[in-house]
């Protein structure tokens, strides 16, 4: 993995651990990646997650989800702020994905947040990616 751009580098496991059916995935710690995770799971995205103890450096291992015929609830999930070209939406700009049924993760001076709360709570900020 790449230390240039971790958000991109936990998205890339999830679609790479979903495509390969896996129940969980393990990542580098770090508390952006957190909140990037307690987002997805409150989203119902994924399930419950812990940050390890491991030697040299902590981790994460998250439990990925999958509906009842064993289809991946997460179908799509891109970056959209690159550390060259970042990506800001102001409070009116955030608008809900596919009629709701997907979200964007949002980083405000109130934290990461999903856009569904970042509304509520008429927030701006970076948005991080988007999950269909």
Sequence with gaps: MSCTDPIADLLTVIRNGLAA?????????????MGVLKVLKDEGYIG?????????????KVALKYGPAGEQVITEIHK?????????????????IIRGFGISIISTSR????????????LGG???????
């Design 126 to 132: 970076e948005v991080l990616c988007i999950v269909k």
């Design 21 to 33: 059916g896996k129940k969980s995935i393990t990542v580098p710690h770090s508390k952006m990646k």
């Design 48 to 60: 419950v997650f812990e940050a390890l103890e491991t030697k040299p450096a902590r981790t994460i």
């Design 80 to 96: 959209v702020s690159t550390a060259g070209r970042r990506e800001y939406a102001g409070r009116r700009d955030l608008k809900p």
């Design 111 to 122: 934290g990461i947040i999903s856009d569904r709360v970042a509304r509520q709570q008429k």
